[in-house]
């Protein structure tokens, strides 16, 4: 059965949460629906939105868009996305990887490489070693080399491939986005959808 494929863009930053970024949270809306985004998720850095704040912004939205919230954690090895935590309880800045992956285990969440290489390649190389659910390979924050490096990566690993925008201004919210099938309307939903993304 072919099911319909959504536009998901599942790393974006907006201000306050992400210091770093420009965008607002409206403006983040508002720029993903332009792009044609049909689900949006919230990475801020080391931070989470709680339910309550996104059902807020989920009804700003409207029925155009689904508004879902990640986290991704600066750790000791680089950064990573998480998706299916409610609450950073267990988290901290600059973390073991290891200990992070354990906790999202526990919890039925995922977790994929941010932009493995950005850092060093000794980063990206300790992917090759780790227990992750998917490799970013394309978003703002990727040089040609450091995605050939990161496509590398996937295909050894036979990991889906995921694609994201890194947004932190509006003009970057939507510039890149994985193909995912419908239905996504919870961050389990996404969960599932990332482990059946196109691998390799
Ligand atoms: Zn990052
Ligand atoms: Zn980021």
């Known amino acids: 059965m072919n099911s319909r494929l959504l536009k998901v863009d ?16 409206h403006e983040a809306i508002e720029a993903a629906i332009n792009a044609g985004i049909d689900v949006l998720v919230f990475t801020d850095h080391d931070t989470i939105w709680s339910k309550q704040e996104i059902d807020e912004m989920q009804q700003w939205a409207g029925a155009q868009l689904r508004l879902l919230a990640g986290i991704e954690v600066s750790c000791l090895e680089g950064h990573f996305l998480v998706y299916g935590l409610d609450a950073i309880d ?15 285990r526990r919890r039925e969440a995922a977790v994929v490489a941010a932009h493995p290489f950005r850092f060093s390649m000794e980063s990206g190389n300790y992917c090759y070693k780790l227990d992750i659910d998917a490799v970013e390979v394309d978003s703002s924050n990727t040089t040609q080399t450091t995605k050939a490096l ?4 996937a295909a050894q ?17 939507g510039s890149y986005h994985t193909l995912l099938s419908a239905p996504i309307d919870t961050i389990s939903d996404l969960v599932r959808e990332i482990k059946n993304a196109t691998r390799g």
């Open 157 to 173: 690993r036979n990991l889906p491939r995921i694609y994201a925008s890194d947004a932190h201004s509006p003009r970057d919210v």
């Open 10 to 25: 599942m790393h974006v930053h907006t201000h306050p949460f992400s210091p770093c970024s420009v965008t607002t949270p």
């Open 150 to 153: 990161a496509e590398k990566l």
């Open 90 to 104: 267990g988290l901290h800045y600059n973390m073991p990887v290891k200990e992070l992956i354990d906790i999202a």
